[in-house]
């Protein structure tokens, strides 16, 4: 595919990613969204570190993004602390920090970029548990406009990716998943919790 069509689907991705995240930011700072702590935690540190694999395994400009997803992923889970998000922390939600942050050592002994991505995609995924048990008790404290926004900054990742392997796709592909998973969970919630 030519470069500049590559050029703007990652143009599009971070306009997708700015007008996803700068609303969502607002509506933190007004407390109208409650963002899980340790979720975003979870998804600061792996976007972060996986934006560095896909530019080592050649992703090009389809990683920047990524890299941008990771700052104001990690920004997120700051203002989610700082404004108390979700304080309702689980068993479970401790189980999925434990494990993600478990795993986190495994990355840095295999210095293969591939198996850093398998093993941080895997983490992140784990990361969507806390959000996900969030979302079925809590639904209307999160936004879903936010999270299909995040679907189209994906796919439009993935398009823009300069090479095609399963270390650059892996990632954005399992994010837009996880992402679709949570818009149905909230989804299907609000229906049934919504007033007749």
Not at 89 to 95: C, E, F, K, Q
Not at 136 to 156: A, G, K, Q, W
Request: proline share 5%.
């Amino acid at each position: 595919m030519d470069v500049n069509i590559k050029l703007l689907f990652s143009g599009m991705a971070i306009v997708l990613a700015l007008v996803g995240f700068v609303p969502y930011i607002a509506l933190i700072l007004r407390g109208k969204v409650k963002p899980h702590v340790f979720s975003w935690v979870i998804w600061g540190i792996t976007t972060t570190v996986i934006f560095f694999a896909q530019l080592e395994a050649d992703g090009g400009v389809g990683a920047w993004p990524i890299g941008l997803s990771g700052f104001v992923t990690i920004l997120i889970a700051v203002l989610a602390y700082l404004n108390r998000g979700d304080a309702t922390i689980t068993r479970a939600d401790w189980g999925f920090l434990i494990a993600a942050i478990a795993s986190l050592p495994l990355w840095y002994m295999t210095n293969d970029p591939l198996w850093t991505v398998v093993i941080l995609t895997t983490i992140d995924m784990i990361g969507f548990g806390p959000t996900f048990r969030k979302a079925y008790h809590r639904p209307f404290e999160d936004s879903r406009v936010f999270f299909i926004i995040m679907i189209l900054r994906n796919v439009c990742s993935v398009v823009a990716l300069e090479a095609y392997s399963v270390t650059t796709v892996l990632f954005p592909f399992c994010l837009a998943m996880g992402f679709l998973i949570l818009l149905i969970i909230l989804q299907y919630r609000r229906m049934v919790l919504a007033p007749a």
